[in-house]
């Protein structure tokens, strides 16, 4: 017998150590919930579950990006709304202003109304804004919205300008002035003339009418006029026209003219050069919403009908948008859902089976703590040798 060795309490110490240790391990996964606490507890399975909570908590992220998405465009889409009701009012009262039941005053207060609308439509899209970005005034293009965990999933949104003058329905001024057309005409030695004209505005006057244009032996334009009207104009020398009188005037003799309001355009001629000719802009024509006469009242409901089609199909678009990043989210939450689960599996403890083993090392602790004591006892029988 050897008693400075024993070697049975050393081997019932060590298992007692490993019973002990496995022990510790249980009671640690039975308290976190989780398999793996550390590295150690497996490497492979820690690198794993950590890319997998980037993913989860990029999702989570997305959606929530989705659903700011979807805040931004309920609150265009709210706007919108408003200037669909705004247009319906005014093509009421343009439909109104179109029956000749109604007299001159009458129109000019339904022409108030219309202007105010129409500012109504501006101050819509200058200051509806979500995040301090105005969504309506045009400046909200091309836009990113992240809807992904990684790079470069994300979509695009656009909206277009709202405003008053976009959708073709400003305000109208309705004033009885009509543009008039100063026509100078020089003798040349050459085969060709140049018509200059200046705007200027005149009062209560009716056009003047019946104006002719013939081309002398000399190469000079005469232009006949039978009544020659203009109001607090003054003219030295010159000759009065407004609009596409002179243009179809100079046709009668073959000279082909070009004429839009408001702008330069080349007037072509056969066997001249060509000359520059600016039209006068009547008040029927001018843009915005103007309900002051019959006409253009009566063309007032086409162009407002214009305008409720450009509202419709940017609401539409902005539904769209909406509804796609509702499926979006639902996507984003079905997927961060499967991968929460996997990521369960390799981080989570199963309770049940830990429990098991917990259970298991337990005893063998304490089979091993009474082993110990029995193995301790064990060189007490040499004394009995040495009495």
Known sequence: ????????????????????????????????????????????????????????????????????????IQTAEGALTETHSILQRMRELAVQASSDTNEGVDRQKLQAEVDELSKEINRISTDTEFNNQKVLDGSFEDKTFHIGANQGQSIKLSINDMSNSELGVTGFQSKETAVATDIKIGNTSEDTFTVQLKAITTNNNDAVKETTA????????????????????????????????????????????????????????AGVAATTIA????????????????????????????????????????????????????NLGAT????????????????????????????????????????????QGVLQLLR
Do not use: C, W, Y
Not at 295 to 302: G, H, V, Y
Not at 358 to 376: C, D, E, P
């Open 1 to 72: 017998m050897r008693i400075n060795h024993n070697v049975s309490a050393l081997n019932t110490h060590r298992q007692l150590g490993v019973n002990t240790g496995a022990s510790g391990k249980n009671l640690e996964k039975l308290s976190s919930g989780l398999r793996i606490n550390r590295a150690g507890d497996d490497a492979a399975g820690l690198a794993i579950s950590e890319k997998m909570r980037g993913q989860i908590r990029g999702l989570e992220m997305a959606s929530k990006n989705a659903q700011d998405g979807i805040s931004l």
């Open 214 to 269: 013939t081309i002398d032996k000399d190469g000079n334009v005469v232009v006949t006029l039978k009544q020659d009207k203009a109001a607090n104009s003054t003219s030295v020398g010159g000759i009065k026209a407004t609009k596409q009188e002179v243009a179809d005037a100079l046709k009668k003799i073959g000279i082909e003219v070009s004429v839009t309001a408001g702008k330069g355009t080349d007037v072509l001629t």
């Open 279 to 330: 039209a006068a802009t009547d008040k029927d024509d001018q843009k915005g919403v103007n309900i002051s006469t019959q006409k253009a009242a009566d063309k007032a409901i086409t162009t407002i009908n214009n305008a409720l089609n450009k509202v419709s199909e940017e609401r539409s678009k902005l539904g769209a948008n909406q509804n796609r990043l509702e499926h979006t989210i639902n």
């Open 336 to 379: 961060a859902e499967n991968l929460t689960a996997a990521e369960s599996r390799i981080r989570d403890v199963d309770m049940a089976k830990e429990m098991m083993d917990f259970t298991k090392n337990n005893i063998l602790t304490q089979a091993a703590q009474a082993m110990l004591a029995q193995a301790n006892q064990q060189p």
